[in-house]
């Protein structure tokens, strides 16, 4: 068997005084998609900006191709090839659309991501290029904040509940994009809500409950019934 590409072993972040994730163990094989889910609090946002640098941790508790990142500077983590697709999107408001999108060749790594194939990827985004990047609608701001993720070009994508606010046929067509990304060879890592849209796209499935993982398995065996244990912690109803 192939090494991993990402593994965590015994995970903890913190803010402040605060504990949000509780001893995570995770693995990520190269060109999987992995979904995780859980209910709000659950941590899931907390582990991904953990791997993103965005939340310090221990330096040997996140692995990288086999290197220790945790704790490395964002910038440092991007470089190495990791990129993440914020909640919220985060997108600079003082910027037009193309601008937001070539914030994230910034880290010059070669691939196969550039502005044309982004524009092919999502043709509205070639007609806005010009507007400001928080000018466009919710989903096209979702667009445009994947694609700047995409620009660096990361052999890990993070991406941070995609779904979020946006209108179901607008989320499909976000979703629409993930074989054409995943078919370069690329590995995905998501936090969705949606439990039937992450089984529908992911290999494996993470659930995640008050900072612990609750649940994981192969997303097309796992059962409606675990599922709901997972999310919500009935099984300990029955402890």
């Not at 990520?28 to 992995?34: D, N, T």
């Not at 790594?109 to 990827?121: H, M, T």
């Not at 979703?175 to 089984?199: H, K, L, S």
């Not at 097309?220 to 402890?239: N, V």
Request: glycine share 12%; charged share 20%; with cysteine.
């Amino acid at each position: 068997m192939n090494s991993p590409l990402l593994t965590t072993r015994g995970l903890q972040a913190f803010y402040g005084d605060a504990q949000a994730l509780f001893g995570i163990d995770f693995t990520l094989a190269a060109g999987e998609l992995v979904a995780i889910i859980g209910a709000n609090g659950a941590g899931k946002s907390t582990f991904l900006k953990s791997l993103a640098g965005l939340v310090r941790a221990p330096r040997e508790t996140i692995r990288f191709k086999g290197e220790p990142i945790g704790g490395l500077p964002p910038g440092e983590i991007v470089r190495r090839g990791l990129a993440m697709v914020p909640e919220g999107r985060r997108l600079f408001p003082s910027l037009s659309v193309e601008e937001n999108l070539l914030m994230g060749a910034t880290a010059a790594r070669k691939g196969p991501w550039s502005l044309p194939r982004l524009y092919a990827l999502f043709p509205i985004l070639a007609e806005k290029r010009h507007a400001p990047g928080t000018s466009l609608s919710g989903g096209q701001q979702q667009m445009v904040a994947l694609g700047r993720a995409l620009m660096s070009n990361p052999e890990v994508l993070l991406c941070d509940e995609l779904s979020l606010g946006l209108a179901p046929i607008v989320i499909r067509e976000i979703y629409a994009a993930m074989p054409t990304i995943t078919g370069e060879g690329m590995t995905v890592v998501i936090v969705e809500q949606d439990v039937t849209m992450a089984r529908q796209v992911s290999q494996r499935i993470y659930c995640f409950q008050e900072g612990r993982v609750s649940l994981e398995g192969n997303s097309g065996e796992l059962t409606r019934e675990q599922i709901s244990q997972a999310y919500f912690g009935i099984e300990a109803a029955h402890a």
